[in-house]
T-cell receptor, first 116, second 113 residues
Framework: GAVVSQHPSWVICKSGTSVKIECRSLDFQATTMFWYRQFPKQSLMLMATSNEGSKATYEQGVEKDKFLINHASLTLSTLTVTSAHPEDSSFYIC????????????FGPGTRLTVT | GDSVTQMEGPVTLSEEAFLTINCTYTATGYPSLFWYVQYPGEGLQLLLKATKADDKGSNKGFEATYRKETTSFHLEKGSVQVSDSAVYFCALSDPGANSKLTFGKGITLSVRP
């Protein structure tokens, strides 16, 4: 149980375009999801915390107008990278927790974004 | 703020060797501590956890003990296998931080037959 999927697993887009990444909890309802960014050979950096039905909470230094997060249902959160640039190329990972007071996060397999 | 420091990698071992991966942390409160593993091409999976001082987390032959006095959570395994080859992340969750995780940089372990 507690499976999280991401789609697509990899995407290439042109500079200036927008790309949407989906994160789904397949067998549980996730009131809270997290979005991370991982650079090569580096750690995961938390970008934002996404709560169902409310605005995402962004970490310091993350541009909320560039990285749009929507958590419209208990099983789906989306991250849209707007006006993408080559420096946005990275590995984006989402995770979800089972509910209030739960701390264990279940991670998706990640999405590799390449902006050309 | 909270931080996690892992030893520098990568680490290459022969099968059946003993493994230690060091992890130390800095936190303002009393965090929960975790080890996550990322196998090639897969997402992160929780390997083990400890929620209070002196707790020992264990799973799949791996162990780690929450040492408050040395602020450490070192990962150990007595005899590694080729299938243990992966990236290992130490992480903490501050109870006042809404389940947010702070990760170390990760370390790549390669086990050769």
């Amino acid at each position: 149980g507690a499976v999280v999927s991401q789609h697509p697993s990899w995407v290439i887009c042109k500079s200036g375009t927008s790309v949407k990444i989906e994160c789904r909890s397949l067998d549980f309802q996730a009131t809270t999801m997290f979005w991370y960014r991982q650079f090569p050979k580096q750690s995961l950096m938390l970008m934002a915390t996404s709560n169902e039905g409310s605005k995402a909470t962004y970490e310091q230094g993350v541009e909320k107008d560039k990285f749009l997060i929507n958590h419209a249902s208990l099983t789906l959160s989306t991250l849209t990278v707007t006006s993408a640039h080559p420096e946005d190329s990275s590995f984006y990972i989402c995770s979800a927790i089972l509910g209030q007071g739960k701390y264990e996060q279940y991670f998706g397999p990640g999405t590799r974004l390449t902006v050309t | 703020g909270d931080s996690v420091t892992q030893m520098e990698g990568p680490v290459t071992l022969s099968e059946e060797a003993f493994l230690t991966i060091n992890c130390t942390y800095t936190a303002t409160g009393y965090p929960s501590l975790f080890w996550y593993v990322q196998y090639p091409g897969e997402g992160l999976q929780l390997l083990l956890k400890a929620t209070k001082a002196d707790d020992k987390g264990s799973n799949k032959g791996f162990e780690a003990t929450y040492r408050k006095e040395t602020t450490s959570f070192h990962l150990e395994k007595g005899s590694v296998q080729v299938s243990d080859s992966a990236v290992y992340f130490c992480a903490l969750s501050d109870p006042g931080a809404n389940s947010k995780l702070t990760f170390g940089k990760g370390i790549t372990l390669s086990v050769r037959p």
